[in-house]
DNA sequence: GATGAATGAGTGTTCATTCAT
DNA sequence: AATGAATGAACACTCATTCAT
């Protein structure tokens, strides 16, 4: 799992809880994290005022700290759920090393079209928590969740250094070389762009799923290209 | 060009002028911009204090505001030469539309390796004010400088939308779906992002540059498979 | 009486009825009692925080004030017990100007000794509280009690004073000069700090019974000295 | 020396300096320390507003932190000056253990008239800065000044542990039992509460000058009486 | 050219207290 | 009897900016 810990999922995952279930008189709360969600998304978390969200929400300054801990943890209230249903995606996709034992000349690259599924279904998180995801990925500087792109690149990296080296054959990690990991996080990285490409150019998921596979093509075109250099030179 | 207007620009390179003039006592002003630099790279632009700046600079708070109008200007002025070098650079190779009549079909994808060389030389200006410009890309939240990266792309994406174009035979540039602008403003993207990943993860040009030839490889493998695939589907 | 007027010490005293009788539920106050306790010694009157000891508690924040006024009677609540036991001992043995009225001669600093007894009960009286007498003593800053031991000072230094009188033969303490009355201030004041470094030097009453009887030698060799000087000077 | 280390005192003993030389624009950080003293006295170190002493400085709320650091640094400039006469004065007094070698016999009681003499150039310190030792005595709650009193009690105490071995004729402090180490620490806490008792109960070094020797009086009988008995039972 | 003082609005945060339920 | 929400004033502290000298 990517996220920080258990007990924070479980934090996190207990807002839920709440938000669902008491519908009565928790508004406050719910205005409170739309008004934060708002302000973050105007200004970025380092400019955003706790004292702009209170007024916004028709609240008086302490108001926020009856629910939440500190500026940090409102930001994470807004944006946990997201996370964490990301986490679970990434994790059901990228998580677990395949299996794999077959013939090593079997693997085709069209074995990356396995990804666009699980790509798809990421996009599908994406889009349920669009707003929240933009706060993360543009505007989240200053708090905890700076370097959050690095961490899902960290992630998804581990999953393509398998497949590359199934790809090419390899037995084993160790005969990976510097330049090898480079590249393979490399396209790692431009895996995760293209989410955040996708979600800050496409209005709505369908568009994004369609330009999305224009993207696949293209990334999958530089995985051939990667792997027949490798083999000629 | 890319950079805001010529008065900026003319501001910029007067700079450059009185850097290199009079050596005598605008030391100060070299010792301010120094200390901003690693202020700002220290505590990215917002959490950079003046104070502090000046402290470092062995001068007093006001000084600042002496050389420059504003914070913002400061540090616009720790990057303004590497921009305006960068402009430059971009500029030469991507700036004006090759005056291209020849045959569509003679057009292969070695075309775009000729981005290569382009690409070598504006490696070449990112590494000699590497500093600058990893500022410019990730500690810029707050300042005017934020979405630099985006007008990069947005500058480049003319010159591949005509490749593209040519590459696909179309006369003219309304030929183009929203789909094909979608696939090259996003490659362009990608284009600008193994700048920075280079910047960001080799620490000298050299290293940056072997590791770039098989990012290109990647592009341009990505670049074929855009091709093919639209020929086909 | 020391303590302020009759309507709180009767206030006091209906507590510790309540707290006698009513077992039930009233172990919601005691509670309460307990984690103030706690938290008025670990960070003082000032620095305490009723959140915080209603979260020890198991309670919520206004629990306390179904108990208790405000921060300062749920000090007063913690201490009240314990300084209205010591104010009784002190009552007891400093209170009543003893009726003496035999040779003036006959008075020997002996006498004294017989406050040593009298100490041992408030002694023992300041051991069965010791944490509250400790909670006044020292982490009262802020509270109604922050002077507390003048107040015991103000008190014993009546007794002193006849003592001091009748040892000095004085038949009427209109005999006695500025000078005088600063000597037995300040021996009050002395008596005072005794149960005090007492107090918070020795772990148990036993111990600081043993400790007392050379402080008291102490303190009676100044009261003879003090005597003896005032017949020869 | 007591205080906590050369770099503080350096840095005390400059403000005395800058106090001193520069009388002419100064004013403002003097009437900052005057407003600081006078609500710092009024208030305590805790309840004092920052805001409090800028308005009756007649400044703006932020002007403290051009002079001071924090909160805490305004206090330690308040009192710095008279804790570092103090602390030389107690270092010239109490500070050397006077290299005594005659015979133990000779010793008397008298010896610890010598001390005052020492009494009444500490005295007169105290008095040069009555104000500032009245808030370290009895309003630094809060502050890093807290338990002064403590720390002075623990530096005379290794004082009068060697003069109460001379007394008693020790050769070394193994000797010494606990009860002899408890007493003597009394008589040392002892020592240092005169001190604070004419501060606080003396308007004048004159009239406290005067009252100290009956005090002192009282407390060599103390003395006298500990050694009789020591040498008896 | 540069200093040093001062501004003043702003920040996140704390907390005793209140009160409808 | 106790909850949980909300208040609102206060706090220490930061900082870009200004300006007389």
């Not at 629910?67 to 940090?72: G, L």
């Not at 510097?178 to 996080?185: K, L, N």
């Not at 995760?192 to 999958?220: D, P, W």
């Not at 051939?224 to 030179?233: F, G, L, V």
Request: proline content about 0%; glycine content about 6%.
């Amino acid at each position: 799992m990517l996220l920080r810990n258990r007990a924070w999922r479980e934090h996190v995952a207990s807002d839920m809880l709440i938000n669902g279930i008491m519908d009565k008189d928790k508004q406050t709360r719910k205005k409170l994290l739309d008004s934060a969600k708002r302000e973050f998304t105007e200004k970025g978390y380092m400019k955003a005022s706790l004292r702009s969200i209170c007024r916004d929400a028709g609240l008086t300054t302490g108001a926020i700290y009856f629910f939440f801990k500190d500026k940090e943890e409102l930001f994470q209230s807004v944006v946990g759920e997201a996370l964490l249903a990301l986490d679970k995606a990434i994790g059901t996709h990228f998580g677990e090393e395949e299996d794999f034992s077959g013939d090593v000349n079997s693997i085709t690259p069209e074995d990356l079209q396995d990804d666009f599924k699980a790509a798809l279904e990421i996009l599908s998180v994406l889009y349920r928590y669009r707003d929240e995801f933009l706060l993360v990925m543009e505007k989240a500087s200053g708090s905890g969740y700076e370097n959050m792109i690095d961490r899902y690149v960290e992630y998804i990296y581990e999953h393509y250094l398998g497949l590359y080296c199934r790809m090419k054959g390899y037995g084993s990690r160790k005969k990976l070389t510097a330049e090898d990991r480079f590249i393979v996080h490399w396209m790692s990285h431009d895996q995760i762009e293209i989410f955040i490409h996708l979600l800050t150019h496409c209005g709505s998921e369908k568009e994004a799923a369609k330009q999305m596979k224009n993207m696949f093509n293209y990334m999958v075109g530089g995985w051939i290209a990667t792997m027949k250099k490798a083999i000629i030179s």
